[in-house]
């Protein structure tokens, strides 16, 4: 139940998370969920800071030209700021554990904080799938505060910014037309409900047959245009099924695998004969699968 965290520089919350790994792999559950939930609040502690700091920085580039407008000058300043505040933080995820010490709400809330922060993972959909059917509330699943006021201040600054992009673009002394709604209110209202069809994913990803067909492609490592016909098929089940962006990455039966190189997420599916249709953490040796890059 964990995505990579991938932040901005090193501090003390990633040798928290390195810990963590560890006792992930050793299978030192207990001192998994600790060393995650401490590498969390140091990270939103070093994330405080770096945001502190972005106080006292300007990015000089916002200025260049003769800029004699004061308002255009104050709004530069904010947005340099903000810009530099808003990318302090990248991504936020949780491990599983919580579930092996017997810790079950804890896990599913780490579920809903996950989804809120990375709803393009598979793999987060599927843990949530699982602990619906293990424990049968849905209220369970709901966001920590903490999470939830960091999401939205990541989404209304996001949504601030990107309006300045589009609207506030200072080019030969002018700025752009103003339209009708220049002078609306931004909508700030960040939805944290999670209104995914888990019913859609309820079923198997691949039939026997498919798997069948896709193995035999990853074997002899051609495609007929059966076979990549199939390819696009799945591909688009993933993410009509996931709600998610989604492209074919590879299908192989490996005897060396390496991990996945996508920009976000990885899916690992199974196409052996006896594991059709599961989810892999990571590719396995003398294991046929096919891999989606996902989010």
């Not at 932040?7 to 600790?34: P, T």
């Not at 939830?148 to 609207?167: G, P, Q, S, V």
């Not at 016909?229 to 998610?244: D, F, H, K, M, P």
Request: hydrophobic residues 35%; glycine residues 2%; contains cysteine.
């Amino acid at each position: 139940m964990f995505s990579q965290l991938q932040f901005y520089s090193c501090s003390s919350f990633q040798a928290s998370y390195m810990r963590a790994v560890k006792a992930y792999n050793d299978g030192d559950w207990q001192l998994c969920v600790n060393e995650f939930e401490t590498s969390l609040k140091q990270f939103f502690e070093e994330e405080q800071k770096c945001r502190r700091v972005c106080e006292d920085k300007l990015n000089w580039e916002t200025f260049e030209g003769a800029n004699p407008e004061i308002t255009i000058i104050i709004t530069s300043v904010f947005l340099s700021v903000l810009r530099c505040k808003h990318d302090c933080a990248k991504k936020l995820s949780r491990v599983n554990g919580h579930d092996v010490v017997n810790r079950g709400r804890d896990a599913c809330q780490a579920v809903a904080n996950s989804i809120l922060l990375n709803p393009g993972n598979p793999i987060m959909r599927r843990n949530r799938l699982f602990y619906s059917k293990t424990y049968e509330k849905d209220d369970l699943f709901k966001p920590s505060e903490e999470i939830i006021e960091f999401h939205k201040r990541y989404a209304i600054e996001r949504l601030f910014l990107t309006f300045a992009d589009e609207r506030f673009k200072f080019e030969d002394s002018e700025l752009p037309a103003e339209r009708v709604d220049d002078r609306l209110p931004l909508d700030i209202i960040v939805p944290i409900n999670d209104d995914f069809d888990y019913s859609a994913i309820d079923s198997e990803l691949l039939s026997e047959g498919e798997c069948s067909t896709l193995a035999v492609a990853a074997i002899f490592e051609r495609k007929t245009a059966q076979q990549k016909q199939l390819l696009v098929e799945v591909t688009e089940r993933v993410a009509t099924r996931y709600r998610t962006r989604t492209t074919f990455h590879s299908l192989s039966c490996s005897l060396d695998p390496t991990a996945p190189q996508c920009p976000r997420h990885s899916l690992i599916v199974s196409i052996d004969r006896n594991s059709c249709g599961a989810f892999l953490t990571d590719p396995q040796p003398n294991t046929c699968s096919v891999i989606f890059c996902t989010g």
